[in-house]
């Protein structure tokens, strides 16, 4: 039994206009919030079933928000290991999920060297975007939007390590949707992806400066650069402003929060199709968004962000 939900699809009548119609996989309301829940939950059942005793996560944002919600309901115990920099919001709902929180170290990096000190030979580590296993599980969310009878032009969605880009590619190919592009949205400050794919190779990013923490990948792992090569995958940079004013907007109209992570894929799915820069986009008739959701950013923080963007 899948962990995750199967989410609505919903047409926007906010974003579409007269033959272009946008479609949202509303990943946002998975129970703890975002669309990892499905990779997560797939990896995590894999764990338990080869025997782990134990759940370790090195992610103090959605990801280690999934893998401490998955143990829950596996009856596995979770340690999540994150760094001083963590945000109160999901370091609290990981807690809240009965997981251990460490706070260890002061960047990500010295986090996750201390969670491998920690860590037992029967206890499994879930990574939060490079794994097979992960791809497999988001793939299912192109599969629910199959089953509805949808066929979309363009899929747009957001890129942090490229493991929803990695699951999604593998979900359209499945479906034999070779011809479905898919935009690969990050913000200006978090964009390893378009870095790889305008260098022909990975690239390791100095620093993260965008608020998109959940972007915040210095570099993508290596098969989100690989399904580039073997399916018309086109990269989209976002400000952070855009990408907050869309969260804003998106929680007037369709009255779900989400992170400015969720933010740069809906900016796209707002502007006007005239307006938007890529053709493919331009073009699409029935476009799908992945709202990939995101507990990190309540409103009010959103709101105080975009004050200083
Ligand atoms: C993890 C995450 C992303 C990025 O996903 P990757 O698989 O790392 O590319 C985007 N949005 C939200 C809300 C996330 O939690």
């Given at each position: 039994m899948p962990l995750h939900l199967q989410t609505p699809l919903i047409e926007s009548d906010a974003y579409g206009r007269?033959?272009?119609?946008?479609?949202?996989?509303?990943?946002?309301?998975?129970?703890?919030?975002?669309?990892?829940?499905?990779?997560?939950?797939?990896?995590?059942?894999?764990?338990?079933?080869?025997?782990?005793?134990?759940?370790?996560?090195?992610?103090?944002?959605?990801?280690?928000?999934?893998?401490?919600?998955?143990?829950?309901?596996?009856?596995?115990?979770?340690?999540?290991?994150?760094?001083?920099?963590?945000?109160?919001?999901?370091?609290?709902?990981?807690?809240?999920?009965?997981?251990?929180?460490?706070?260890?170290?002061?960047?990500?990096?010295?986090?996750?060297?201390?969670?491998?000190?920690?860590?037992?030979?029967?206890?499994?580590?879930?990574?939060?975007?490079?794994?097979?296993?992960?791809?497999?599980?988001?793939?299912?969310?192109?599969?629910?939007?199959?089953?509805?009878?949808?066929?979309?032009?363009?899929?747009?969605?957001?890129?942090?390590?490229?493991?929803?880009?990695?699951?999604?590619?593998?979900?359209?190919?499945?479906?034999?949707?070779?011809?479905?592009?898919?935009?690969?949205?990050?913000?200006?400050?978090?964009?390893?992806?378009?870095?790889?794919?305008?260098?022909?190779e990975p690239v390791t990013l100095p620093a993260i400066t965008s608020v998109a923490t959940s972007l915040g990948a210095r570099c993508v792992a290596d098969q989100a650069l690989a399904v580039t090569r073997t399916h018309p995958v086109q990269s989209a940079v976002v400000t952070d402003r855009e990408a907050l004013q869309a969260c804003l907007r998106f929680a007037d109209d369709h009255r779900v929060i989400v992170e400015p992570a969720c933010g740069a894929a809906l900016a796209l799915a707002m502007t006007e199709p005239a307006q938007r820069a890529l053709p493919v986009l331009q073009q699409a008739q029935r476009l799908l968004v992945i709202v990939c959701g995101g507990v990190c950013t309540p409103h009010a923080d959103l709101v105080r962000l975009l004050d200083a963007a």
């Open positions: 007269p033959g272009h119609q946008v479609w949202l996989k509303m990943e946002a309301l998975q129970p703890c919030g975002s669309f990892k829940l499905r990779g997560v939950g797939h990896a995590c059942e894999a764990a338990a079933a080869r025997g782990a005793r134990r759940l370790l996560s090195s992610s103090g944002g959605n990801a280690g928000l999934a893998v401490a919600w998955a143990g829950r309901r596996l009856g596995l115990p979770v340690t999540v290991v994150v760094p001083e920099t963590t945000l109160p919001q999901p370091k609290a709902l990981i807690a809240q999920q009965g997981a251990q929180v460490v706070v260890h170290g002061s960047s990500w990096m010295e986090a996750n060297d201390h969670l491998m000190q920690l860590r037992q030979p029967t206890d499994a580590f879930i990574h939060p975007f490079d794994d097979p296993l992960l791809w497999q599980g988001h793939a299912s969310m192109i599969n629910e939007v199959a089953a509805a009878g949808r066929k979309p032009d363009a899929v747009v969605l957001s890129v942090g390590g490229g493991g929803l880009l990695s699951g999604v590619v593998q979900g359209l190919q499945a479906q034999g949707w070779h011809d479905v592009p898919v935009v690969a949205v990050e913000t200006t400050g978090a964009a390893s992806l378009a870095a790889a794919m305008q260098a022909g």
